[in-house]
């Protein structure tokens, strides 16, 4: 197949079914109309596409890579000749690359895709689509493993979870600096995750006799990477508070403890809670912790060993002052 009778089926393709993607993210469907086999494309016309459905079908999905590969060198080859190395096909050119890259991270998230779970809603709302035309212009240039890596994770948490991870988030991994990843990485390695929120409760001198090397270019103390992500607005020193109704999961390097809360005398079913001064994400620096998957160090066990001390305290005082404030912490051993 020549490159003009690609480009006119592909072209054919996205006209004969535009209709269907009214009200749907347009970007990646349209590509996806463009290149991808029956089977995929009948997806978009069913409904909202789903990381899980193109995970079922990844050899499918496997073919429009292929497609892409094959029009990429037939327009290489066609812009050796002086003839047709026009300005329009150097920008076809530039626009396959950046579709090719977008296409690079969502066979990337496939990885991180939820196979079980449940399709609730095909529809598609117009925040959404406004998010997707985000996403797509950040995810399609040229970017670094580190933030090629952040992008899939976050199409498969809003794969499960549409809206979970904010515009200002997504924007801000695009336009965050590789220090400020490594830092920001350092931060979540030596953090305590309380119920899944890192919290770092060493002050600033104890935070200086803490050093991470992630290899032989970056070596980061604690304190000065907590510095200048306050600088950046994506740490902050505050108190957060931790409902304890139920069980609490603290996970540090040692491995997972659940902690226990109880207070005496008071009406059952009652809802409880603690308050824990330290270092927190902002809300939005918060979505993209959640979508790091952190390497816990010594740090981290050393804020669970903090943390037990000032509920301990807490328990000593409520004692002197006639109430009881238990705090239990209990080894997970699964």
């Known amino acids: 197949m020549d490159i003009s009778t690609i480009a006119k089926t592909a072209e054919q393709a996205v006209s004969t079914l535009d209709g269907a993607l009214e009200n749907k993210p347009t970007g990646l ?57 026009t300005p329009l096909l150097r920008v076809q050119l530039d626009q396959l690359e950046k579709e090719y890259r977008l296409l690079k991270t969502i066979k990337m998230a496939l990885l991180y895709a939820d196979t079980d779970q449940n399709i609730m809603d095909d529809s598609a709302s117009e925040s959404e689509a406004v998010w997707w035309d985000m996403f797509e212009d950040l995810a399609s240039r040229r970017n670094e493993s580190w933030r090629v890596n952040l992008f ?44 899944g929120k890192p919290v770092v409760l060493m002050d600033p001198d104890e935070q200086y006799q803490y050093e991470s090397e992630l290899n032989t270019s970056y070596t980061g103390n ?6 200048s992500l306050i600088d950046k607005n994506l740490i902050q020193k505050v108190s957060t508070q931790f409902m304890t109704s139920k069980p609490v999961e603290l996970n540090h390097k040692s491995g997972v403890t659940f902690l226990h809360h109880s207070v005496l005398d008071i009406p059952e079913h009652s809802e409880t809670a603690i308050r824990i001064d330290g270092f927190s994400p902002t809300d939005h620096c918060l979505d993209i912790c959640r979508i790091y998957t952190p390497d816990l160090n010594i740090a981290s066990d050393r804020n669970f060993e903090l943390l037990q001390e000032k509920l301990n305290e807490q328990m000593e005082q409520a004692d002197n002052e006639g109430y009881q404030n238990k705090f239990e912490f209990v080894k997970y051993s699964g």
């Open 29 to 85: 469907s349209r590509l996806l109309l463009a290149y991808a086999p029956r089977i995929v494309r009948d997806f978009l016309v069913a409904g909202r596409l789903r990381l899980q459905q193109l995970r079922h079908h990844e050899e499918a999905f496997e073919d429009v890579f292929n497609i892409m590969q094959e029009t990429r060198r037939k327009l290489i080859e066609s812009s050796i000749s002086k003839e047709n190395n």
């Open 152 to 195: 899939a994770r976050i199409i498969a948490e809003n794969d499960k979870y549409p809206g979970a991870i904010s515009l200002k988030a997504l924007w801000e991994i695009a336009m965050m600096e590789t220090s400020d990843f490594v830092s920001l990485s350092i931060f979540c390695d030596s953090s305590l995750y309380v119920d």
């Open 222 to 227: 604690l304190a000065l990477c907590i510095t």
